[in-house]
């Protein structure tokens, strides 16, 4: 079994930053990619932005372009979400995911979720 543990959110202001660790452990033995998911209250838990293990290929969902950077410590089965110029629409619950392969909608693990509330 693969345990996901994310940490970093927190309340800010609107045009402040967050950074939002999650590390793997447990029997990982395939990784093809592992990426940020957010569900705001009442919407549907969307794709945030994800990095592939092997060649770093990143995609974002179009409204963090630009604003957010997401990163990866192999040797840590770490990723990092650098949040900048937070708006208040990003509050949301942020989950890490991890898929095995590409073909696989949605993330074969989760972590717990963790908040982040962008408000004055």
């Known amino acids: 079994q693969v345990q996901l543990v994310e940490s970093g959110g927190g309340l800010v202001q609107p045009g402040g930053s967050l950074r939002l660790s999650c590390a793997a452990s447990?029997?990982?033995?395939?990784?093809?990619?592992m990426g940020w998911y957010r569900q705001a209250p009442g919407k549907q838990r969307e794709l945030v932005a994800r990095?592939?293990?092997?060649?770093?290929?990143?995609n974002y969902a179009d409204g963090v372009k630009g604003r957010f950077t997401i990163s990866r410590d192999n040797a840590k089965n770490t990723v990092y979400l650098q949040m900048n110029s937070l708006k208040p629409e990003d509050t949301a619950v942020y989950y890490c995911?991890?898929?095995?392969?590409?073909?696989?909608?949605?993330?074969?693990?989760w972590g717990q979720g963790t908040q982040v509330t962008v408000s004055s």
């Open positions: 990095i592939t293990r092997g060649s770093g290929t990143t």
């Open positions: 447990g029997r990982i033995f395939s990784v093809y990619d």
């Open positions: 995911g991890l898929r095995n392969n590409r073909w696989t909608g949605t993330p074969d693990y």
